[in-house]
């Protein structure tokens, strides 16, 4: 089912229309609103008459993490305080937490575009879905409830954690819908193993995945594991949390709400637009929230982005899985590394787990990057031998593909810590 059609199948020519409607509208109420982009578009020469269409949008500043923190906690809101109904708040590794508010408006949108993500996704009203993402500061959990009870479906607000609790209600509540991070799903996967359970006899049909940066080859494992089709879902806070994007049933690419968040990609170094279908960093302008309208918000995925129409009907512009961040790369003896191409690597192997930890270090100025994997436990033997021929085609599998020498350590089943929400996966001990 399509929830709105009329939008998510709108011809290219009637959605830059809309789009460029929106962008002028915002760009105009910004600028008379928050002193902030006014002197922002004053410093590059702009008023809001200069931006006509999306064709202008190059033209427009850049906003960053850091312009949101400095303002921390409500200084980028850009309506009073009583007209915000919620805040939440994304913890961030560093620093300051970004807090974002929202109006009454955009709950409401919020809601329309995580149940038309759940439509993409193939969930329909009659299905139970249990939310399993973190309710709380985080937008996951609110943000798929309130889009769930909008489609009309039955909502399991059961929160992260818990996870035989996760596996019994599955059971008696027969939940066909599981929404968490792809790492939590690994973990139910695991614990139904251990107790005993057989995914087949439950009625888990589709999962929804997000918050994290997950691998092909990790959707095949989780498909397998859990007997139900995997689903990408994409979100940051700042934009709204999730349902920014969502995979249709043909998983090739998430279909971006684009009649509210206008997406572009840029060279992270240049910071010039990139041409069609190229790789890059991944920009959305909000076009139609109130709290905290965003012009040319920098979320460092990196992407490319998809215009050609959809077996499903759909002409929403999608966006490829994500390659990473580009604060999350890493640079080991200058080459630059990706941890989901490392995830790819050990997925593909028999013999891992998908369980892994990237340790970072510098000895005698030389960066060192130790891959720590566990080993299957019907591979995880005493012999000693086949255990070392086992770490060297682990290694030489991952420097064919990163070009970069590593120190493999297989570790016992069960060693790495789980994740409930999103997984910790790379450790940087080096002080630069
Ligand atoms: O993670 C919102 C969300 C909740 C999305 C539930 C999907 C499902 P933040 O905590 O602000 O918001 O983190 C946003 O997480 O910039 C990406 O780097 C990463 N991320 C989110 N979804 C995906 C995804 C939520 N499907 C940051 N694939 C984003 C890869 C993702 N990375």
Redesign the pocket.
Known sequence: MIWNEKIECASRDEMTAIQSERLAATVKRVYHNIPYYRKKMQEAHLTPADIKSIDDLHKLPFTTKTDLRDSYPFGSFTVPMSEIVRVHA?SGTTGRPTVVGYTRNDINMWSENVTRALCMAGVHQTDIVQVA?GYGL???GL??HYGTENLGATVIPISGGNTKKQIQLMQDFGSSVICCTPSYALYIAEVMKEMGIEPETLKMRIGI??????SESMRKEIEEKLKIKAI???????IV??GVSCECEHQVG?HINEDHFLPEIINPETLEPMAPGEIGELVFSTITKEGIPLLRYR???LTRLIYDKCACGRTLVRME??KG?SDDMLIIRGVNVFPSQIESVLLEMSETEPHYMLIVDRADNLDTLTVQVEVQEQFFSDDIRSLQNLTKKIKSNIESTLGVSVIVQLVEPKSIQRSEG?AQRVIDRRKI
Not at 209 to 214: D, L, M, R, S, Y
Not at 232 to 238: A, N, R, T
Request: proline share 7%; hydrophobic share 25%.
């Open positions: 994304s993402y985080f937008t996951g943000g798929i995945f997000g918050a994290e940066p997950w990408d879902i994409y979100g940051l806070s700042e949390g999730p998430m979320t460092r995925d899985k994500c961040r999103k």
